[in-house]
């Protein structure tokens, strides 16, 4: 089960990045995964729940944002979000293709709080990493 390691890495990532602010209680971690990305959720979400404890991350929110599979025809210039995995354009039936999302997991943002958790107080690190 891969989703452990990947898992482990995440928090390492999210301490980093809450490290920079001051070691603020992570709050929420909000990812974007494609349908083509080799990841279970469930076991993302189990493994976030064992990991995450004794972290600054422990009372943290995870949501995961599905992305979908998208491809671009370079035959016809078509764009299309196949059921499956076929990877043949329906409009021309070329194979000439580039999947253009997908395929990612990447952290689109981390929510921390200080101890005064005022709204003005609340920092939202993006892009930071993936």
């Known amino acids: 089960m891969h989703e452990v390691s990947l898992m482990q890495n995440l928090l390492r990532m999210v301490g980093i990045a809450a490290s920079k602010q001051g070691d603020s209680p992570v709050t929420e971690i909000h990812l974007r995964i494609g349908k083509m990305a080799g990841v279970n959720r469930e076991s993302l979400k189990f493994s976030f729940d064992i990991l995450a404890k004794g972290t600054i991350a422990e009372n943290a929110i995870l949501v995961i944002e599905d992305v979908p599979f998208n491809i671009h025809c370079s035959d016809c210039g078509s764009d299309f979000n196949p059921d499956d995995f076929t990877l043949r354009c329906p409009e021309c039936e070329g194979t000439s293709i580039e999947i253009t999302s ?20 609340r920092d939202k690190m993006e892009n930071t990493g993936g």
């Open 102 to 121: 997908g395929r990612e997991m990447e952290i689109d943002y981390i929510l921390v709080d200080d101890e005064s958790d005022s709204p003005e107080s």
